[in-house]
């Protein structure tokens, strides 16, 4: 069964960073394009960053750009969200999806398994 588990949220002050971790299991994740989502209260859940499922091709929101870094360990079936230089606006709850198709793309309906989501809360 194909599965997606987040980690490495939590509450950090603006200007901070955090790493989110989404661990797939179940399936072998260089077969498989992941994106990053994320959605605010009262909000839609918006695309922030994906990458293809050979790491050869990433892309990001325009909102999070030069601030976000996305990258994949396959060997630990693993894909990373570095976030630096956090602010109140990019608080949220963050979602992995995948997708077996080998194309990046920042649009919900592309991705067919998602994880639970990790709160991230930047404040001071």
């Known amino acids: 069964q194909l599965q997606l588990v987040e980690s490495g949220g939590g509450l950090v002050q603006p200007g901070g960073s955090l790493r989110l971790s989404c661990r797939a299991s179940g399936f072998i994740l260089d077969s498989y394009s992941i994106g990053w989502f994320r959605q605010a209260p009262g909000k839609e859940r918006e695309g922030v960053s994906c990458?293809?499922?050979?790491?050869?091709?990433?892309n990001y929101a325009d909102s999070v750009k030069g601030r976000f870094t996305i990258s994949r360990d396959n060997a630990k079936n693993t894909v990373y969200l570095q976030m630096n230089s956090l602010k109140p606006a990019d608080t949220a709850v963050y979602y992995c999806a995948a997708t077996s198709r080998r194309l990046c793309v920042l649009q919900r309906n592309y991705y067919t398994a998602w994880g639970q989501g990790t709160q991230v809360t930047v404040s001071s």
């Open positions: 990458i293809s499922n050979s790491g050869g091709s990433t």
